[in-house]
């Protein structure tokens, strides 16, 4: 069979080199598979992107740095011919959760007779990556809702689903109404490295347990250091863009109980961007913080603003439907775990045993030995009086010892009487 034949040893995997990149160049948005033909495009301009900065991405990954993992890729090669691809990164600072960024299968060098070529290209790319990167716990990926072989193929290799994600785009429009008033932020302040401790009890209450498990975010995640700080302003000069970092403090509890970051395109060329998060006890600075937003970006050139929501994010999904933003997208958040993959085989059952060697462990070694319980003539000064009546009867069958054993103990006898 050709699906059978295709998935064997003829399919080998390895990482990217600098030598796939002329192949790679090739593939166009009609012979390119990932699921949906957005994943086409993007990876096309993205390794373009790779092939202008190869030489520099090659270093940083050859030590220890932040940039390390910038560019993780591996490549399925068929006779000499590439024939799918897949991206992936670490999602927290300590890298126990990656993501898989995109995966794509060029079908011109697929074999006539192997309609599930996708799944069977991705599915040996992703098991590549579960097996190579061993510091990698737990998976995500994030899908179109609408790919159905992107989501067969996830399902497949044991992605689950774990949250439903929706973009929102507010028009400028509704930017300006908003904008038309006051907020009432007291206690805004600039984002630092000392606040660190505070976002990370803020992520920590705004998601679930089984999502803040997946995550594993830690307090460094939330911390920049000095060469990230760099790199994050140097991009934003080449994009001509301007970030926005705040969040509300609470001074009773000495919380963060709300917390923004706002991107903003000064050339009008792209949506602006934000990130929001706010504790679920205190949903009323949704309006609040929206409106910060909105009042910051009236300088700028008229643009709409993304937001993000998730779905156990019922607050958020029910205010940026009152302000009449439009959903742009939805995806959905899946996860994997990878600790099953320590012993895969199938695990020894007890259908085989039979009872008798199921008892025969419970058998005593040896038959007991029988004793005598004897009282130690050393007892400690400082026991309680409750001994001494035991003290008595020791004496009495002592000298009861003395007797022959058929003559009735007549001393016993009328000592108890």
């Known amino acids: 069979m ?36 957005v994943a086409s495009l993007e990876t096309i301009q993205r390794l373009e992107q790779v092939r202008r900065w190869y030489g520099p991405l090659k270093v940083l990954s050859l030590f220890p740095n932040p940039w390390q993992h910038l ?74 809702v609408n790919s159905k072989a992107a989501l067969a193929l996830y399902r497949q290799n044991g992605f689950q689903p774990l949250a439903q994600v929706t973009y929102w785009s507010i028009g400028a429009e509704q930017l300006a109404d908003l904008g038309g008033r006051e907020p009432d932020l007291p206690n805004l302040l600039p984002v630092s490295n000392a606040d660190a401790q505070l976002l990370y009890q803020l992520d920590t209450a705004a998601m679930p347990p089984l999502v803040r498990q997946v995550f594993d975010h ?58 929001l998060t706010v504790h679920p006890a205190y949903t009323w600075l949704y309006p609040e913080l929206m409106t910060q937003m909105a009042r910051v970006l009236q300088p700028f050139p008229s ?15 029910e205010y940026l439907v009152r302000t009449q933003a439009v959903p742009q997208d939805h995806t959905l958040l899946m996860s994997r775990s ?21 008892l025969s462990g419970l058998q005593p070694a040896g038959k007991p030995v029988p004793g005598r319980m004897s009282w130690s003539e050393e007892w400690p000064l400082s026991l309680p009086s409750q001994v001494a009546p035991f003290r008595r009867q020791r004496d009495r069958w002592g000298r009861s010892s003395d007797h022959d054993a058929s003559e009735p103990d007549a001393s016993a006898d009328g000592s108890r009487e």
């Open 338 to 358: 990878v600790w099953h993959k320590m012993r895969e085989t199938k695990p020894v059952t007890l259908e085989g045993l039979q009872l008798s060697d199921v």
């Open 71 to 144: 560019f993780s890729a591996f490549v399925a090669e068929r006779q000499g011919q590439l024939c799918g691809l897949i991206q992936v990164s670490p999602f927290n600072r300590t890298r126990s959760t990656w993501q898989v960024d995109r995966v794509v299968v060029n079908r011109s060098v697929v074999p006539t007779g192997a309609p599930t070529f996708f799944g069977d290209i991705g599915s040996r790319l992703l098991r590549y990556c579960f097996e190579t990167i061993w510091e990698a716990r737990t998976w995500i990926i994030e899908t179109n």
């Open 303 to 317: 643009q709409s603003l993304q937001v993000t929501s998730l779905d156990y994010q019922p607050e958020r999904e």
């Open 2 to 37: 050709a699906h059978s034949t295709f998935t064997d040893a003829a399919l080998t995997i390895r990482p990217l080199q600098y030598r796939d990149l002329d192949e790679l160049r090739q593939w166009t948005a009609d012979v390119v598979d990932a699921g949906e033909m």
């Open 218 to 275: 830690q307090i460094q995640d939330f911390k920049t250091n000095v060469l990230q700080l760099l790199a994050a302003g140097l991009t934003n000069w080449w994009q001509r863009n301007e970030v926005l970092n705040a969040y509300v403090f609470e001074p009773q509890r000495k919380a963060a109980i709300g917390h923004f970051k706002l991107v903003i395109d000064r050339d009008g060329q792209h949506p602006h961007r934000a990130d």
